[in-house]
């Protein structure tokens, strides 16, 4: 496993891969990684020739009150679960060589940014996409692997490589969870004991309202309503940013459920914001109804 830190080193290996025509697979990451990430590795690994791992705690998608300082950094740990997960490189730039003064270029899908977890992060999905942008130009890769814990990222990156005429699959993967249902996240490491007890709160919500949905009510208020009250209920959720019923492509609130949608929830339990979410998907969709999600969420390229 090769160790670069240099963006133009990354970015000549990377070609070299291409022009003797191996498939590159890429996971980016800001590292403190756990199974969700290392279930990428695989599937990188399983799908290309080549799996490059990045590794970048990028600080313009922190606001300046978040937690750029402390977000969990174990340069070892990770190494170490990328050797026996045999990734074949890693990219770990420097600050300074992603964004040398004088860097001026930002990337914004524009609406689709603003509204949920955009709504409560100004600027954050300004500093996601300018990065990835900046990675993928870097890695140059066949296709690149997104966690669907993150689903608003994940859609606001498939837009922006179309939009961008971008020649990169861009690849959905099921959100990995903890035996209790929470969602595996590097901000987990946050909780306390009472914390973490209490957090799994955000996937039983999320399940008893996709029940709910399946069993075919199509009042998303009555559903808000209920998921609001469910997460309020237990005390150690502080703050509920949001939760609730949307359209799952430009995040839009819904009054009646229609088609695929999206579930989605941010609260703080203490200090410590967590996301989850789940896509129910239509009746009328049989590929949808059978959880295969994998077609529905892997970019076809089109140029
Ligand atoms: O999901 C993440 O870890 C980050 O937002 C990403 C995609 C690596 C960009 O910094």
Redesign the pocket.
Known sequence: MEIIRVPRIMHDTSMKFCMTGRTIGFV???GALHEGHLSLVRRAKYENDVAVV?I???PI?FGPSEDFEKYPRDIEGDTEKLKKEEADIIFMPEISSLYPDGFLTHIEAEKISEKLCGAFRPGHFR??AT??TK?LNIARPTRAY??LK?FQ?YVI?RKLVKDLNMDIDIVGCPTVREQDGLAMSSRNAYLDRVQREAAPVIYRCLTEASELIKSGIINAQYIKELMHERLLKEPAVSVIDYAGVYEPETFDELSEIKGDTLLAVAVRIGGTRLIDNMLVESRENPDLNSGNIKNKVSQKKEI
Request: charged share 5%.
């Open positions: 980016p990451t800001m990045s970048f705690v990028n998608q500093g996601v990065v990835v990675l997104f966690g993150d990222q990156i």
